[in-house]
């Protein structure tokens, strides 16, 4: 795995995670498919193809990132493509993922609605990112663009998400926030 020593714990919680999830529903679907949202040059989206064999696709609005992403591998699906506005139908994903990439979107709550859209009835939302508020780590910089836990828990109730948890790290620096689809 390509992933930073801080990062290890959650991905691996995460990638536990929805293997465990996988298990509850493979006999209902075939393929599950999960979103990358934010993918970057595609560390996660190559993880969780590679650990649980689902269909990923990730997304990125920076080309560049898109295109080395690519190279790293052919059997995920990596596209141009913003958070906010994204092109998938409605109920396309089983579960959507992102890394370090919300604090960045220029309207997160947009994002979140949008991924709230593209998963399916029941479908899981998984986000690892940094924890806002005071520096725990010398790694823990420019706290202040970041979520409190107790913000993001709000952001994902406020676009109907339910069943909200969040883990930290050890350090108390990183966040794995997770939360289900409400039924409609
Ligand atoms: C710190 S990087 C993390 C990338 C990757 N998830 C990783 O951990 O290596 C944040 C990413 O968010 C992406 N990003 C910024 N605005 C975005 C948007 N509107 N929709 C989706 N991704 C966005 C950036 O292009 C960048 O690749």
């Known amino acids: 795995m390509d992933l930073l020593a801080n990062e290890v714990e959650l991905v691996t919680e995460l990638c536990e995670r929805l293997k465990r999830e996988k298990e509850k529903i493979k006999s209902k679907t075939a393929s ?9 040059t595609g560390k996660l989206a190559v993880c969780l193809s590679e650990e649980t064999g689902c269909a990923v696709t990730g997304i990125d609005p920076v080309r560049a990132n898109v295109e080395k992403a690519r190279i790293k591998s052919p059997s995920v699906t990596f596209v141009v ?4 506005e994204m092109t998938f ?13 919300l604090h960045e979107i220029p309207n997160p709550k947009e994002a979140l609605k949008e991924a709230e859209r593209v998963l399916k009835e029941s479908g899981r939302l998984f986000i690892i990112d940094w924890v806002g508020g005071v520096p725990r780590t010398s790694s ?3 706290v ?10 709000e952001m994902l109730s406020e676009t109907c998400f339910t069943g909200i948890k969040i883990r930290l790290n050890k350090e108390g620096e990183l966040m794995l926030v997770e939360g289900e689809k409400m039924s409609a």
């Open 140 to 142: 823990h910089g420019h």
């Open 81 to 84: 493509q913003s958070a906010v």
């Open 144 to 153: 202040k663009k970041y979520f409190s836990p107790e913000r993001l828990k």
């Open 32 to 40: 599950l498919k999960i979103l990358d949202i934010g993918c970057g």
């Open 89 to 101: 139908a409605d109920n396309t994903f089983d579960f959507a993922v992102s890394l370090k990439a």
